[in-house]
């Protein structure tokens, strides 16, 4: 016999909304498994779908571009030391680009105006005769590299600094030597090179004319002295 109300092939009604929930664990574990398999998986950088990663997670390819462009930095700067005979450096804080476009164009021939990470710089000056960059190195800095014109870069770099009320200058190194902010602006009112050949040309220019005069005075001398001889009563 049987309990009224019951068949002997009555099944239970499933809960509403389980057959949904089935499928999509269903589906999520599928596609947990097929990116395991991919290519395009979290373990290559990128997503299923073929998007980009976010940019924390670096792929192989990224990190080696990253490195070239370091070494890329480094080999630039140990190659502009190479023809440097001062560098000198003033505070990036508060500059934008622009002014810095602005020097840039206001230096003379042979020098330049650059900004490194000091890493880099520190990398690049490792066991060469800049090293003592690595005191200097601090913060962010603007560096300027100079040839020759030491003078005329020093000036127009100041020049610009009044115009835009910025450009402290840290220090600077020369010949293996730090120089603090009055040594480099005592560097900038050293005679540049044209003004001491001008004082040479015109020194050995006047040596004749000076001959010439202490020729005549002194034979001035001698003639007066002659005649005053000559005059002279006999004793």
Avoid at 163 to 180: A, C, L, Q, S, W
Avoid at 217 to 227: I, L, P, S, T, Y
Wanted: hydrophobic content about 40%; aromatic content about 6%; proline content about 5%.
């Amino acid at each position: 016999p049987h309990r009224a109300g019951c068949t002997p092939h009555e099944k239970k009604k499933a809960r509403p909304g389980s057959n949904m929930k089935t499928a999509a664990l269903l589906a999520l574990s599928g596609a947990a498994v097929a990116s395991a398999f991919s290519p395009t998986g979290p373990a290559f950088g990128l997503q299923a779908s073929g998007r980009a990663a976010p940019a924390c997670s670096l792929t192989g390819l990224q990190m080696a571009k990253n490195y070239d462009e370091k070494e890329a930095i480094v080999n630039n700067v140990r190659d502009r030391l190479g023809s440097a005979t001062l560098i000198f450096s003033t505070g990036l804080e508060g500059i934008n680009m622009p002014e810095i476009n602005s020097l840039r164009n206001s230096l003379p021939e042979g020098t330049n105006a650059m900004v490194i990470k000091n890493r880099l710089f520190k990398r690049a000056v490792a066991g060469s005769p800049w090293i003592q960059v690595n005191e200097l190195a601090t913060k962010s800095n603007l560096w300027m590299f100079i040839d020759e014109d030491l003078q005329g870069s020093i000036k127009a770099f100041k020049k610009w600094g009044k115009e835009t009320k910025k450009g402290e200058i840290n220090g600077g190194i020369m010949e293996g030597v730090v120089y603090d902010t009055k040594g480099i602006d005592a560097i900038g009112d050293l005679p540049t090179k044209d003004e001491l050949y001008a004082k040479i040309a015109g020194g050995i220019a006047a040596v004749p004319t000076q001959l010439a005069r202490l020729t005549k005075e002194a034979g001035g001398q001698k003639m007066a002295r002659g005649v005053k001889l000559a005059v002279a009563p006999d004793s």
